[in-house]
């Protein structure tokens, strides 16, 4: 009886042997025909092993244990390990110790172990995985390739190299036929000394270009920037972003709707609502448009272009149409800066105001130019002629001149008397902001009320026809006393004053163009056509013979 039962058992055992000695030959013959057909099916195919057992009592489903030199073929991608479980019926492979699945020429993963399904065309790789794509090399501790979409993904964590680009998160995915990568969740991006962090960034291999959404941060030496919108090209440093954002660049920032950067080139720009401010020095520039390149050092900003001013204890607000930036001699010690703001342009502080055509400062001089119908404006004087200087000392000005029909005007009451002073030119001396030194030469007339110091009344009227006047002033900016020449000089009494004198001939009073705060500067109200000055062109002297030029001629002729 119990060598009956043995004999069963025997061939029962030898029976399973057959079976999966002719399964095994059945996998090979089947994916034999199917090569030599040249057609490609769904199946996985067991290529090779060292060693091949099918235990019944695995469990459901039963599995062919498969070890040493384990190679399996799939729809022209192969998988090889150390041991596997292979699922036939289910269409799978559990492998198990130096798993190594490649896919055509461009593509390969390793991992300690993982699952591969078949019907899902599904690669499941865990612990230590490296996938390699092209010149792209992603590492994590688990990883899922999806073949049917080329999609891979990684959820605990990652990292992404990119020949100089480096990139890591706790979640992202790769597609292989796009090469686009997308990263969640505490993102970084290095390249070089650039440091991009961020929760969402899409990245481009083929163009090295990653895209930066919600809140983002990029470093690089001193400079920051701080967008929610942005576009990094690594291979050409070119940057745009969008969504009102900051580049701090040490003491300078510059704010915007969208902000455009090009290393290569060294051009940038700033379009919608853009913010300039320079800590340093003190200023800032507002405008619609802003355009800048810090290699040439040219820029050009418009659209409601604004400067703002506050080294001092005022702050000065200055409006134009537009306002270029030209740079000279850059990169040296000797670099210096000309800066134009042109059109309609009008300006503002506290204790100063102007308006004209266009104006030019020159920090190589400090000096502030306005030229075509200027008008500045001090407390209750009006200064006037064909073109302005103003020569600055740490943003306070240091002297003042007026060049062509110059004109000053001082408001004396409300009775409608004003100080006048009219002559070819100007200059005005000051000292720490406060004007200690006036001087009128050519053609100078003047008119002059002098006040009763006792009980602050206008006691008669002076008028002065001279060559050079020189009026000083104390730092209280009473007048001290005054200097002339050989002069034509009336006094009348206030009863006594003829119409004719009352005013110069030259006398304008344009109260009604100033600004009288820092919003009124983008309001431009200009003189009228025939209150505007009409240039004086400068008379060129007659053409002369010269007798020795003639005689020279002369002796040439023989």
């Not at 409006?319 to 059109?343: A, E, Q």
Request: net charge neutral; glycine share 6%; with cysteine.
């Amino acid at each position: 009886m119990g060598d009956t039962r043995r004999r069963r058992r025997l061939f029962s055992y030898r029976l399973l042997l057959m079976s999966v000695l002719l399964l095994g030959m059945g996998t090979a013959l089947s994916w034999a025909a199917s090569r030599k057909k040249g057609k490609q099916d769904n199946r996985v195919y067991l290529i090779h092993a060292d060693e091949l057992r099918y235990d019944v009592n695995a469990g459901y489903p039963p599995a062919q244990i498969v070890k040493g030199r384990v190679s399996f073929r799939h729809q022209g991608a192969t998988l090889t390990c150390d041991s596997a479980y292979f699922y036939q019926e289910q269409n799978s492979v559990k492998a198990f110790g130096h798993v190594h699945y490649r896919q055509g020429d461009t593509l390969s993963l390793d991992c300690d172990h993982g699952d591969y399904d078949g019907q899902e065309q599904m690669m499941r790789a865990r612990k230590d995985v490296v996938l390699k794509h092209r010149r792209q090399t992603l590492y994590t501790d688990s990883l899922d390739y999806d073949r049917l979409y080329s999609n891979a993904y990684f959820f605990e964590g990652g990292r992404l190299v990119d020949g100089n680009d480096r990139l890591s998160s706790d979640w992202g995915e790769y597609n292989t036929e796009t090469r686009e990568a997308v990263f969640y969740y505490n993102v970084r991006l290095t390249n070089g000394k650039r440091l991009i962090t961020t929760d969402t960034l899409y990245y481009d291999t083929k163009i090295s270009t990653a895209h930066v959404k919600g809140p983002s941060h990029v470093t690089q030496g001193k400079s920051a920037i701080d967008t929610e919108d942005g576009y990094f090209d690594t291979r050409t440093d070119q940057a745009q972003m969008f969504g009102r954002s900051t580049v701090v660049d040490g003491m300078k920032t510059i704010t915007g709707d969208s902000l455009y950067y090009d290393d290569q080139t060294g051009q940038s720009e700033g379009i919608g609502n853009v913010v300039y401010i320079d800590k340093l020095n003190k200023n800032e520039l507002h405008c619609g448009c802003l355009r800048y390149n810090e290699k040439t050092g040219y820029g050009f900003a418009t659209v409601d272009a604004l400067i703002k001013d506050y080294s001092q204890k005022d702050t000065l607000y200055a409006h134009g149409d537009s306002i270029k930036i030209f740079t000279f001699n850059i990169g040296t010690d000797s670099v210096y800066r000309k800066v134009h703001l042109y059109d309609k342009v009008r300006a503002y502080r506290v204790d100063v105001q102007a308006v004209c055509d266009s104006l030019v400062f020159n920090s190589q001089d400090s000096c502030m130019t306005m030229y075509k119908d200027p008008i500045v404006w001090n407390m209750d004087r009006q200064l006037l002629g064909e073109e302005i200087r103003m020569y600055m000392n740490d943003s306070t000005v240091r002297e003042t001149r007026v060049i062509g029909q110059a004109l000053s005007v001082e408001q004396v009451d409300e009775y409608d008397h004003f100080n006048q002073i009219s002559s070819k030119e100007m200059d005005a001396y000051f000292e720490h902001g406060v004007i200690r030194r006036a001087v009128s030469f050519g053609n100078v007339c003047a008119v002059y009320y002098p006040i009763d110091e006792q009980d602050s009344s206008i006691v008669l009227m002076n008028y002065t026809e001279t060559d050079t006047l020189k009026m000083f002033f104390s730092p209280e900016r009473k007048l001290e006393k005054i200097w002339m020449p050989a002069a034509t000089n009336t006094a009348y009494p206030l009863t006594q004053i003829p119409p004719s004198r009352l005013k110069l001939p030259q006398f304008a009073w344009f109260e009604y163009i100033r600004p009288h705060d820092k919003d009124d500067i983008f309001e431009w109200r200009g003189k009228s056509e025939e209150m505007k000055l009409k240039v004086v062109e400068r008379k060129s002297p007659p053409k002369q013979t010269i007798g020795g030029n003639t005689d020279a001629r002369r002796m040439s002729e023989r």
